[in-house]
């Protein structure tokens, strides 16, 4: 059973707009969360990550938006550019990090 | 400075041959994870190591698959008597204990005929 959930397998954006991709979980012993972005035939590179204990984070242009208790959390993107097409994954982790939980990813595409 | 790095980048075998994957981590990471990636799906845990512990090998789907660390340093995958279903990108990942995000290597693509 899949513990971190990604619904939406694409989302295409107008460049300039803003980009949301989200992502559910079901343990809720996870407590640490982060967003990985993968290109074709590349490893994934880690993007930005929160805390249970925060419920927003934010890096430039990518901001991180925790619910705990809709275990919920989600990628906003502003504003969108087309190098940030690329798969992104969201993980999730409890207390010790000697285990990541992905989800199966959201192709993102943004268009000129 | 350098980063993750696996070999081969590619392997085609028959089925029912034996492979090997291998991974070296960035230095002086502790931690080092082993992911599947099936077409289309999610990345999927494999197995586990931090510094002398025993490894995690909760993820590994069946006893033909291995894994073996040297240290802190080279690690490598086994696959035995390997099945079409086998066929996937093998990541590799390292961190420092703690550290709370992994750098992965660009990963083994294995098809088996």
């Known amino acids: 059973d899949q513990q971190v959930k990604q619904n939406s397998p694409s989302l295409s954006v107008q460049e300039g707009r803003i980009s949301i991709l989200n992502c559910d979980y079901t343990n809720s012993m996870f407590d640490y969360f982060l967003w990985y972005k993968k290109y074709p035939a590349e490893g994934p590179t880690f993007l930005i990550s929160?805390?249970?204990?925060?419920d927003k984070n934010e890096d430039g242009r990518f901001t991180v938006f925790l619910n705990k208790s809709a275990k919920h959390l989600s990628l906003h993107i502003v504003p969108s550019q087309p190098g940030d097409s690329a798969v992104y994954f969201c993980?999730?982790?409890?207390?010790?990090?000697?285990?990541?939980?992905f989800g199966s990813g959201t192709k993102l595409n943004v268009k000129p | 400075g350098a980063g993750v790095s696996q070999s081969p980048s590619n392997k085609v075998t028959e089925k029912g041959k034996d492979v090997e994957l291998r991974c070296d981590p960035i230095s002086g990471h502790t931690a080092l994870y082993w992911y599947r990636q099936r077409l289309g799906q999610g990345l999927e845990f494999l197995i586990y190591?931090?510094?002398?512990?025993?490894?995690?090998k909760s993820g590994l789907p069946s006893d033909r698959f291995s894994a073996e660390r040297t240290g802190e340093s080279v690690s490598t995958l086994t696959i035995q008597r390997t099945q079409q279903e086998d066929s996937a990108v093998y990541l590799c990942?390292?961190?420092?204990?703690?550290?709370?995000?992994?750098?992965f290597g660009p990963g083994t693509r294995l098809t088996v005929t």
């Open positions: 190591f931090q510094g002398n512990s025993a490894p995690d």
């Open positions: 929160i805390s249970s204990i925060k």
């Open positions: 990942a390292s961190s420092l204990h703690g550290q709370g995000r992994e750098y």
């Open positions: 993980a999730a982790s409890a207390n010790n990090f000697n285990k990541f939980y």
